[in-house]
């Protein structure tokens, strides 16, 4: 009799073991990664000021960052004066001339901008085979050098300064703006870069 | 639980390999004139053409079964000069679009153009076995955990029944030496629960059970305690850092630029995605539709996608959930780590020259389908990486100035806290 009564407590205990173990791996396992977890204090993460990037009720749009009012500058802000039409990009090929001298150093921050920024489509060189191309999710690049055309009439080989500044500052048909993501000094080092290209024979 | 899963997939892989290769076979030589056709179609007609949309052209493959072979060799030969040539069929043809003409391609010989026809008529080539490969793969890891269940389920009826066999035995040894055997109440299993409970051992046993999972949760629960390490909340838009960032190999600096020049990172605005997104739109993947994540992303800027107009008066910016997060009192700056401290860093956590510096804090961001905080961002975690770093002051502009700065005031010149970069916004504002 006393026999068979430590049998069952042996396998309750090995239950209940096992039950806990259970438990264990399986709450320990399931830590939701959706969710940042246990905070002490989450008003120490919400900042007091607005971050630029955060929703903002003070503003009809919801938006912390806000576009200056119409008819103001930043300080510093240098305008564009050639309007997105063709007789700006005449004009602005016509009238623009590259602010900085040309040198290596410059040269060199406009190819690490233009690997950056222009490479995934125009590629290294310049011949329209950028990665994007190549992977064939992105097509009808034009190459700077050799006998291709650009589709404002003229080859691409004689763009001028002026009219590869104002590609960067507008975009054209399938590339778009990138004036967003470089300053004024950055996108003139970018054209420095793509007129050595121009020369690639 | 691993191997069945990985057997299972193996015979479903090559399934779909024999099924794929059995057409391949049937439609072999087709598909070689297909795909020459479907270079040289991506090299000189996608800028105009689609296969199944109207763009500039109109979409071939509603197009080309209706005219003649011999139409279609001299149209795409030399669309201009058939046109002046006065052939009834090529000037109607010309209507189609008053604004823009073909370009000649001279160049192009028969074969070539009856290859870009071959594969007109096939069109793209499907890619059914990775589609079903990923579907396998994700009922694989369903299948898995049901395995995990399961193999507790199974265990709990083998213990059970083992329980149940010693006490079989017992009772037989009991009765072969002669002893008389009671036959035991049925008790309920309350009180059999209630009855485990006057045990003593048991009772120090659970307990210790007890102690020491609760003690071991309340320790790392009290570790983990703001702490979001492997945090990875749902986004808005499904964007995944391993296409863009790995498959595309775009740059970190294309959509984080203000890493580089500022405290923050800065997450891209919509335009950013735009310069390939107005071309890009994965119809491929979508049976001929724009993706709808995609979508999501022109909804976002009121832009219509068929007459390539935006809307002002419809935008709604998307509402990104931010992951990395420090508390508001602690500063830290993206362009004295990234720019100043690039090399010190990469030296410190050992990265390949190949890989962006920005790896060495948020972990390979390349192979993130969805993101996720990859480091702990805890003080300790600063601490010890600023206790480790060797500075490299050669070649690097801000210890050329501060160097300069300091020759100064050794020399006691005059110096001014602007020239300690006292007038930069982020000194005195965050």
Redesign the interface.
């Known amino acids: 009799?006393k026999?068979?009564i430590l049998?069952?407590?042996k396998?309750?205990?090995?239950?209940?073991?096992?039950f806990?173990l259970?438990?264990?791996v399986s709450?320990?396992s399931c830590?939701d990664?959706?969710?940042?977890?246990?905070?002490?204090?989450r008003n120490?993460?919400?900042?007091?000021a607005y971050?630029?990037?955060q929703?903002n009720k003070n503003f009809a749009?919801?938006?912390t960052a806000q576009t200056p009012p119409p008819n103001t500058d930043p300080v510093g802000f240098v305008k564009y004066e050639y309007a997105n039409t063709k007789e700006g990009y005449e004009a602005a090929g016509k009238n623009l001339v590259n602010p900085l001298p040309l040198t290596e150093q410059n040269l060199l921050q406009g190819k690490h901008y233009f690997?950056?920024?222009c490479a995934?489509c125009h590629g290294d060189k310049g011949d329209g085979k950028g990665?994007?191309v190549q992977?064939?999710?992105?097509?009808?690049v034009p190459a700077y050098h050799g006998d291709a055309a650009s589709s404002r009439g003229g080859m691409m080989k004689d763009l001028t300064a002026g009219k590869i500044y104002h590609t960067i500052m507008y975009?054209l048909n399938?590339?778009?703006?990138?004036a967003?993501?470089?300053s004024p000094k950055e996108r003139w080092e970018v054209v420095m870069y793509v007129q050595k290209l121009q020369k690639i024979q | 639980m691993r191997n069945i899963s990985l057997i299972i997939r193996r015979v479903w892989k090559s399934a779909f390999m024999f099924t794929a290769l059995s057409v391949l076979i049937v439609s072999g030589t087709q598909a070689q004139d297909a795909a020459e056709g479907r270079k040289i179609f991506?090299?000189k007609c996608?800028?105009c053409h689609s296969l199944d949309r109207d763009m500039t052209g109109p979409a071939l493959q509603k197009i080309v079964p209706t005219k003649s072979e011999a139409f279609l060799l001299k149209w795409i030969n030399n669309a201009p000069a058939f046109i002046a040539s006065g052939d009834k069929e090529a000037v109607e043809a010309s209507k189609f679009n008053p604004n823009a003409e073909m370009t000649a391609f001279p160049s192009l010989t028969p074969e070539q153009i009856k290859s870009i026809l071959a594969y007109v008529k096939v069109g793209e080539p499907k890619k059914e076995g990775e589609k079903a490969g990923a579907a396998v793969q994700e009922e694989v890891s369903g299948f898995s955990l049901a395995g995990v269940v399961a193999v507790?389920l199974i265990?709990?009826v083998v213990?059970v029944v083992?329980?149940r066999a010693?006490?079989m035995l017992?009772?037989l040894i009991?009765q072969k030496q002669g002893?008389e055997i009671?036959e035991e109440e049925k008790v309920s299993l309350v009180a059999g629960i209630g009855g485990?409970f006057k045990?003593k051992?048991?009772v120090f046993?659970?307990i210790l059970?007890?102690v020491i999972?609760l003690g071991?949760?309340g320790w790392?629960?009290m570790w983990?305690?703001?702490?979001?390490t492997?945090?990875?909340?749902?986004q808005p838009i499904k964007f995944s850092h391993e296409l863009h960032a790995g498959?595309?190999?775009?740059?970190c600096?294309?959509c984080h630029?203000g890493a580089f020049k500022s405290k923050?990172a800065?997450?891209p605005?919509l335009?950013?995605c735009?310069?390939?997104h107005?071309?890009?739109q994965a119809r491929d993947s979508h049976d001929g539709n724009i993706s709808p994540e995609i979508q999501k992303i022109y909804n976002a800027l009121g832009y219509d996608a068929d007459k390539m107009t935006y809307d002002k008066s419809k935008e709604k910016?998307v509402?990104?959930v931010?992951v990395h997060?420090?508390?508001?009192?602690a500063y830290f700056n993206h362009s004295q780590h990234v720019v100043v401290a690039e090399k010190a860093i990469r030296k410190e956590k050992g990265l390949k020259p190949n890989e962006p510096v920005c790896f060495a804090c948020h972990g390979p961001v390349n192979t993130m389908e969805e993101i996720?905080q990859y480091s702990p961002l805890t003080m300790k975690w600063c601490i010890n990486c600023h206790k480790a770093a060797e500075i490299n002051g050669k070649d690097n502009a801000f210890y050329t100035k501060i160097i300069e700065a300091h020759e100064k005031i050794k020399k006691g010149e005059k110096i001014t806290p602007a020239a300690l970069g006292g007038l930069e916004c982020g000194k005195c504002h965050y």
Not at chain 1, 135 to 140: H, L, P
Not at chain 2, 230 to 234: A, L
């Open positions: 009799m026999g068979s049998a069952m407590n396998t309750g205990i090995v239950y209940v073991a096992f806990a259970t438990v264990a709450l320990s830590r990664k959706r969710s940042t977890g246990l905070e002490y204090a120490m993460y919400d900042p007091i971050n630029p990037d929703p749009n919801g938006q690997t950056v920024f995934p990665h994007l992977i064939e999710k992105f097509t009808g975009g399938n590339m778009g703006s990138h967003s993501q470089l | 991506k090299e996608t800028s507790i265990s709990i213990l083992l329980g010693i006490k017992e009772r009991l002893v009671v485990l045990n051992k048991f046993f659970f059970c007890l999972t071991s949760f790392m629960g983990e305690t703001g702490v979001h492997g945090y990875q909340p749902v498959t595309n190999q775009i740059d600096q294309y630029s923050n800065s997450i605005s335009n950013v735009m310069n390939c107005k071309q890009v910016p509402e990104w931010r997060n420090l508390p508001d009192f996720y």
